[in-house]
């Protein structure tokens, strides 16, 4: 069996690529047959039908990451159901719903709004498409699955929430980032992830948001912890640069000027008390390996993602006036003993769900 797998790779962005080596992954463990894999080779651009001609396969997976909106990786998924391969969707997303929409998902009464955030094309017709005709449609989270709910697909559709990829990633042990940069193992670590959005994000104002994680950290360094300051993606470095200047004085602060790889980052994280991160899929990894951690929401993808493993209350959307003092006001709750064990009990939840994805790929 040969699988091609759709996902935003080769731009040394984590968090896609956490998605497909978690894939990989799974496929060792639990695909007891005989397979190929690859991954769709997005520099050359190429048509599936010319692919499937120079390196013939027999099914598409849509992986991890939202991938639902824009038209790149939906038109694949749907020239797929054309060519009548089977269609998977891995621990898919949608991102950009409107802050009006996750404020009433949290209530309980989810509402779709008209528009999107930042004006963002999202085609309706087309991912109603691709899940009535997919095999099976794995998807990220709540969010996402109340969302494509919306949208009224086929009775006939096979569709529900498996979690995001990135909590099954198990690596092997990479200390790298523990040898190079971490020197004090006296204090207590805090993680914290930071870098650009290109002020696409709630409340439109990274420097408004910097400044509150400035505050934020210097209080976090006048409890006595030790804080280091990590990307995940080579546009978030100079970012994560300015912030470190902005606290190198305040107390004992390290900053990784490098993009470590996935497993280093998940070593990384498993040593800390907790993490505080704007980008996602830091939050995934920091789940991941058993850290609690703070997100900093800047998109719904993140609302979908906590709210598949029971972590709302700990995340915080980037329009917030107080993030300061939410974070002092939960701190206590977020690294007990009972969180961490929810968090655990998640991971093995989407573990089996994503263990029976992979067997379906067999039938």
Not at 28 to 52: C, G, M, V
Not at 349 to 359: S, T
């Amino acid at each position: 069996m040969k699988i091609l797998y759709l996902g935003y790779l080769g731009v040394n962005n984590i968090g896609d690529e956490v998605c497909y080596e978690a894939f990989a992954q799974a496929c060792d463990r639990w695909l007891n047959e005989d397979y190929t894999l690859f991954s769709y080779p997005i520099s050359a651009s190429k048509t599936l039908k010319e692919l499937h001609a120079e390196k013939p396969f027999d099914l598409v997976v849509l992986g991890g990451g939202s991938l639902f909106q824009g038209n790149f990786f939906i038109d694949l998924a749907l020239e797929a159901i054309e060519m009548k391969l089977p269609l998977y969707c891995y621990g898919t997303g949608i991102d950009y719903m409107t802050e009006e929409t996750i404020e009433s998902f949290k209530r309980g009464d989810f509402q779709l709004s008209p528009t999107t955030f930042n004006n963002k094309e999202i085609n309706r017709d087309k991912i109603k498409k691709v899940i009535e005709n997919s095999t099976f449609a794995g998807l990220r989270g709540p969010l996402t699955h109340k969302y494509i709910k919306a949208l009224n697909p086929s009775p006939a559709s096979n569709y529900q929430i498996i979690g995001d990829s990135g909590m099954l990633f198990t690596p092997k042990k990479d200390d790298y980032i523990q040898r190079k940069y971490l020197h004090d193992s006296s204090k207590k670590i805090i993680a914290v992830n930071w870098g650009t959005t290109q002020n696409i994000l709630f409340g439109y104002d990274e420097y408004k948001l910097k400044n509150q994680m400035i505050k934020t950290c210097t209080k976090l360094l006048q409890k006595g912890y030790q804080i280091v300051i990590f990307p995940m993606w080579d546009m978030d470095i100079s970012h994560c640069k300015s912030l470190y200047d902005s606290l190198k004085e305040q107390g004992n602060v390290i900053f990784i000027p490098e993009v470590c790889t996935a497993s280093q980052i998940y070593h990384f994280l498993s040593l800390c008390h907790f993490s505080l991160n704007l980008k996602l899929h830091a939050n995934v990894l920091s789940a991941s390996s058993g850290t609690p951690f703070i997100q900093l929401a800047y998109r719904s993808k993140g609302v979908d993602f906590a709210a598949s493993i029971h972590q709302l209350p700990y995340t915080i959307l980037t329009n917030t006036n107080t993030l300061s003092e939410t974070i002092e006001k939960k701190e206590y709750y977020l690294t007990s003993n009972k969180n961490r064990k929810k968090i655990r009990i998640a991971k093995e939840r989407i573990i089996a769900r994503h263990k029976n994805f992979i067997a379906s790929l067999k039938k």
